[in-house]
């Protein structure tokens, strides 16, 4: 654990404030123009014509256009006779979306990879990307990749989202398994050396705390920095020109936009909006209430998903957990599970592009995982039913007909910080500036043009490194900048051969807002005028019943008293009059660890909330000047 004395908050956006209430800018889309028969808004547009021709597919899905898709469909299974996947033998026929996990069969830890050769293993795995494209199947990779920094497995949450980046302790490493995902792509051919289009979904559910990247060990800005780069190493780097890039947090979102888009890289970087969510409540009878839930979160990814021209996609979802199927076979509740989805998602929800459901691994016991009916089994019927009631649902040589492929609509230059991200904590007086350039070519740009300026008038003057990287050096010393309480603006400025200046990335912010079950302050915004009222406060941070992880990505650098009235202990009066002194309620700095953090400002048994309600910590009566930075809940003195 790393303690910060000296703090600087850097906040990389142009014309950025973060005093009290703030905005964070993220990124405006580039290129917002939607598929209208002749261009499409796809984030490579220099995609093979097969790969614009799926998303076009995929995009322009209507009502009978739900395709199904599950996790190693072939290549596992519970029934010992089911050579072809479960599905097969229960319906002779293939689900319309294969899936495999990269980051897992790279390594050999999944099928099909064996050993740790990656070479091997990504040309095993482009081999199952071909067979599944010759049944008539699209093909999604996901990626559970090992933490770069420790080596140990996806679910070692070890923060190491900000040491990814160009020059960073663990871009080698990091670099390494891009470089497999290229190579798994590039070798993904139909016998005519045609490029198979595939959907890549990297970084998923990252706003759980079960993965590295997950809310709680990265923050939003380093998020979306991590997922950038991804697209650009692949796309601009490795010359990979066949992926479509999904973004899928998981739910609940009780139809709220701005919690699903609070880590939204932007719509250079994406192309299916998606959405993971699973049933596991095994209270009710039947699925309705959690269906409902499903419907309601994925009308409103179709919005996003229509108001910036992409796919929409439920990429994950099943029964798991107290709900998941029984070993055995019977016994279980709603057994028409996935023709009451279907039929929901086709009814309220018409745009969605395919559904997909997780892998029957087996197993016994408590370790028994099965997403699917399997011969035999009490939902083997409604399945068969299922899988004949469209014939968009599963395989057909029309699902992979990639002949009408538009254009790729052309998208604006820009030029954003890389590093620091927003809100980053700075501790060395020599911070090493990264500005990215997305939609020009080397050739057009101007490489003596790039400078990175302070709002306190410095200019740090940047040499272009490659692939649309400037790097420089911001002297804090030489400036007259101390390492303090403030913060820093830093703006970017590149310009292209013709005198254009590029224009800075900015967009879709971190509006704090009331929780989703505050229905009395609904659509109300936190603001410095409000906090100026406020006397005794909690924070609740997902916490919503225990449906959700409880972690969120609020940074609170200092809780002060404005001065006009003193703090009070529980059952006094505050202190009348305006001459009280102003003081620190926190500052955040000064706990030896988390857990002393936690102990001091846990409230009901959740750490994860903050509350000025007890003991000699109520402030009720004073004016309050909070500053809130960056969407992360940690203690800033922590952040490095």
């Given at each position: ?45 220099n ?18 256009d ?45 099928k ?95 706003n ?22 991804i ?37 250079q ?45 439920l ?16 016994g279980?509740?709603?057994?028409k ?33 099965a997403?699917t009916?399997?011969?035999?089994s ?22 992979v ?40 070519k ?17 200019n ?19 400036a007259?900048?101390n390492l ?16 254009k ?59 002060k008293?404005?001065g ?26 000064g ?11 846990g ?38």
């Amino acid at each position: 654990m790393k303690t910060t004395v000296t703090k600087l908050l850097a906040t990389v956006a142009a014309a950025s404030t973060i005093f009290g209430m703030s905005t964070l800018p993220a990124f405006a889309a580039e290129g917002k123009t939607a598929s209208n028969g002749n261009s499409v808004n796809i984030s490579d547009v220099n995609a093979t014509a097969e790969t614009r021709a799926l998303f076009d597919k995929l995009k322009n899905s209507g009502k009978g256009d739900l395709r199904f898709g599950q996790q190693h469909t072939t290549d596992e299974n519970i029934s010992s006779s089911a050579s072809q996947g479960d599905v097969y033998e229960m319906t002779g026929k293939y689900p319309a979306v294969f899936g495999w996990d990269a980051g897992l069969a790279l390594r050999g830890a999944e099928k099909p990879g064996s050993g740790a050769d990656k070479n091997a293993n990504a040309k095993a795995l482009a081999q199952n990307i071909t067979d599944a494209d010759s049944k008539g199947a699209i093909v999604t990779l996901s990626a559970h990749w090992c933490n770069p920094g420790t080596g140990k497995d996806f679910n070692d949450t070890t923060a190491v989202a900000s040491e990814l980046l160009p020059g960073d302790k663990y871009s080698d490493t990091f670099n390494k398994e891009l470089d497999a995902i290229a190579a798994t792509a590039q070798q993904a051919k139909r016998s005519d050396g045609t490029l198979i289009p595939i959907i890549f979904r990297p970084l998923h559910e990252n706003n759980g705390s079960w993965f590295w990247w997950g809310a709680t060990h990265a923050s939003a800005s380093e998020y979306k920095e991590l997922y950038r780069y991804i697209v650009d190493y692949l796309r601009d780097v490795k010359d990979v020109h066949n992926l479509l890039y999904a973004y899928s947090p998981g739910g609940v979102f009780n139809g709220d936009s701005t919690d699903y888009l609070a880590t939204y890289p932007g719509d250079q970087w994406v192309d299916v909006l998606g959405y993971d969510e699973y049933d596991s409540d095994d209270s009710a009878d039947d699925s309705s209430a959690w269906i409902n839930t499903v419907v309601k979160d994925m009308k409103m990814v179709s919005d996003q998903a229509s108001q910036r021209g992409k796919i929409v996609a439920l990429t994950e979802f099943g029964r798991s957990g107290d709900r998941k199927f029984k070993e055995s076979g019977t016994g279980d509740k709603d057994t028409k599970f996935f023709s009451e989805l279907a039929e929901a998602l086709a009814e309220n929800v018409p745009s969605t592009a395919y559904m997909m459901t997780w892998a029957n691994f087996g197993g016994g016991g408590d370790n028994f995982q099965a997403y699917t009916p399997w011969k035999g089994s009490d939902g083997e019927a409604d399945f068969k039913a299922f899988a004949d009631s469209d014939k968009n649902l599963m395989a057909s040589k029309d699902n992979v007909d990639y002949s009408n492929a538009p254009a790729a609509a052309m998208q604006n230059g820009s030029a954003r910080i890389v590093t620091p991200v927003d809100g980053n904590r700075v501790t060395d007086t020599k911070v090493v500036v990264r500005v990215k350039t997305e939609g020009v070519k080397y050739s057009d740009l101007d490489l003596n043009s790039a400078i990175v300026t302070t709002d306190r008038g410095q200019n740090v003057k940047l040499k272009y490194s490659c692939n649309g990287y400037f790097t420089g050096i911001l002297d804090l010393n030489a400036a007259g900048i101390n390492l303090d309480q403030s913060k820093l603006t830093l703006t970017p400025q590149v310009k292209t051969k013709d005198g254009k200046t590029l224009a800075a990335a900015d967009g879709n912010g971190g509006d704090f807002a009331p929780a989703s079950w505050d229905t009395a302050h609904a659509g109300m915004k936190l603001s410095q005028k409000l906090l100026s009222k406020v006397g005794s406060f909690a924070l609740y941070i997902n916490d919503n019943g225990g449906n959700r992880p409880k972690s969120g990505d609020l940074t609170l650098d200092s809780i002060k008293l404005d001065g006009k009235r003193d703090a009070y202990a529980p059952n006094t009066n505050p202190t009348p009059g305006n001459t009280a002194k102003a003081q620190s309620v926190d500052d955040f700095s000064g706990y030896s660890d988390d857990a002393a953090a936690q102990s001091a400002w846990g409230n009901r048994g959740h750490t994860e909330v903050l509350s000025l309600d007890e003991g000699d910590r109520w402030v009720q009566g004073a004016s309050l000047q909070v500053r809130l930075l960056q969407w992360r809940l940690v203690r800033c003195g922590e952040i490095s």
